[in-house]
């Protein structure tokens, strides 16, 4: 366009018109490139700050030493074993038996008895837990039902406990052990209200499943509850799922990043001078 207008312009006075039509948008471009300038600048210096003096890594609360089957265990104790049968309880419970099926499924009370893994829970919605046991052998079975809540416990609080009985300390729900029949399904069931704001925790280091914004249930089958939460913690979990590229390769697509900006600027502006000169030598004549 500018080379069609500075060649036509000797022969058709009327381009002046268009030339300063065209200065004025180089004029919003330079405007525009200068913004973006400045905010490539800015977040290259972010990012130098980053390199020299690294932010401490956030670490959410989590039971690290402990065994995940069994609190009373540390994690490193030769019996912190899953059971053959079913991974998710530990090896010496009662719940470990080839003749015993364990299922959960959730429902959200506040939204019309829909199933809560199907629909983002919003704040101080109440969510009903529901732990069937079944005994599939010919002979009566005695089976332990409890179900870990200190996943749930970071954005909700047990509001009717069913009949069980809740251990702060280990932040465990238990009906102790029940005695089934052949063929016969027992079905346990508590509720959980949400907090009236979901906290911006971030994620432990060592623990993925911490303040993920969902909830995660396990007995014999897992079941996941998604959250509404904070734009900070959508973010996070944004940022997580793109690629460590490392301190070297941000610091060379930083400085890429502002090469480019830098030219267009310049050569923004190198135009709209020349756009500027050209103009006031034909008005001289």
Avoid at 153 to 178: H, M, N, P, R
């Amino acid at each position: 366009m500018f080379r069609k207008l500075v060649s036509s312009l000797p022969f058709s006075p009327a381009l002046v018109g268009q030339l300063g039509f065209y200065a004025r948008r180089l004029s919003k471009e330079q405007a525009m490139r200068r913004l973006g300038l400045i905010f490539t600048l800015l977040a290259v210096m972010v990012q130098v700050f980053a390199l020299i003096s690294p932010p401490e890594q956030s670490v959410a609360a989590s039971p690290t030493d402990q065994c995940s089957y069994n609190s009373a265990l540390s994690k490193d104790d030769a019996r912190c074993l899953p059971c053959p049968y079913n991974s998710t309880v530990w090896i010496e419970s009662n719940s470990c038996n080839a003749n015993v099926t364990l299922t959960v499924d959730a429902i959200n009370l506040s939204k019309s008895s829909k199933p809560a893994a199907n629909h983002t829970a919003d704040p101080t919605d109440r969510i009903q837990y529901n732990l069937h046991t079944q005994n599939h052998s010919s002979t009566k079975t005695n089976v332990a039902v409890q179900l870990p809540l200190a996943d749930l416990l970071e954005y909700g609080t047990v509001i009717d406990d069913g009949g069980g009985s809740f251990d702060q300390a280990t932040q465990t729900i238990s009906w102790g052990t029940i005695s089934l029949d052949s063929k016969q399904t027992d079905t346990r069931s508590f509720v959980v209200q949400l907090n009236s704001s979901f906290a911006s925790t971030p994620q432990a280091t060592d623990n993925p499943h911490s303040y993920d914004c969902v909830l995660t249930s396990t007995y014999g089958n897992t079941i996941d509850v998604p959250l509404s939460c904070p734009l900070g913690k959508q973010v996070e979990g944004t940022v997580k799922q793109l690629p460590e590229t490392g301190a070297g390769g941000n610091t060379v697509f930083a400085l890429i990043a502002v090469m480019v900006v830098t030219y267009f600027y310049a050569r923004s502006r190198q135009m709209n001078r020349e756009m500027r000169i050209i103009r006031r030598e034909f008005n001289v004549g």
